[in-house]
């Protein structure tokens, strides 16, 4: 298994552009999240996913969209890049939202908006 | 709402020295707690992890307690090495709900 992967690894924007951010697992996880992480506050979650077709926010979402049509994949959409979104991206996946569950974490993607 | 504070960082330790990283949460119900460890350039891994009271989650000679009584989590090593260098995030989730994370203390270990 491949576990969770992220691409791309890195990406420099423009204030304004778009980009995608692309989440895929390979372990049939019904959960799929995605968070940011800034220098002393840790991780924050943007947005989650419990299955296909179902989305929810979370902690930070203004300025994402996602959109779940597969169980394997969940793309992280950036619709007008700003540079309060400079952080680092990572995506993760769990078998179920039950508490107990280990969450797998992708390799990140280091977003720059200049 | 759901929350976890840890021991402010960086923390700094000669090889070989004893390691506490302070954890503690606020949570209602009884939320299962882990420890995450990120080494550097890489994405986060779990280290341990506990789902109910007094349960000892451990691996890689790391330990922690959950301790209900205290709403604590401390993690725990006898002796450190080098390759124990990483950031340590503490976090906790409810059935049913979503992870969160403690803000992260980042270890040195020197040689």
């Known amino acids: 298994n491949a576990g969770v992967t992220q691409t791309p690894k890195f990406q420099v924007l423009k204030t304004g552009q778009s980009m995608t951010l692309q989440c895929a697992q390979d372990m049939n996880h019904e959960y799929m999240s995605w968070y940011r992480q800034d220098p002393g506050m840790g991780l924050r979650l943007i947005h989650y996913s419990v299955g296909a077709g179902i989305t929810d926010q979370g902690e930070v979402p203004n300025g994402y969209n996602v959109s779940r049509s597969t169980t394997e994949d969940f793309p992280l959409r950036l619709l007008s890049a700003a540079p309060s979104q400079t952080s680092v991206y990572f995506c993760?996946?769990?078998?179920?939202?039950?508490?107990?569950?280990?969450?797998?974490f992708g390799p990140g993607t280091r977003l720059l908006v200049l | 709402g759901d929350s976890v504070t840890q021991m402010e960082g960086p923390v700094t330790l000669s090889e070989e020295a004893f390691l506490t990283i302070n954890c503690t949460y606020t949570a209602t119900g009884y939320p299962s707690l882990f420890w995450y460890v990120q080494y550097p350039g890489e994405g986060l891994q779990l280290l341990l992890k506990a789902t109910k009271a007094d349960d000892k989650g451990s691996n890689k000679g790391f330990e922690a307690t959950y301790r209900k009584e205290t709403t604590s989590f401390h993690l725990e090593k006898g002796s450190v090495q080098v390759s124990d260098s990483a950031v340590y995030f503490c976090?906790?989730?409810?059935?049913?709900?979503?992870?969160?994370f403690g803000e992260g203390t980042q270890l040195t270990v020197n040689p």
């Open positions: 976090a906790l989730r409810p059935s049913g709900s979503r992870l969160t």
């Open positions: 993760a996946s769990s078998y179920s939202s039950s508490g107990g569950e280990t969450q797998y």
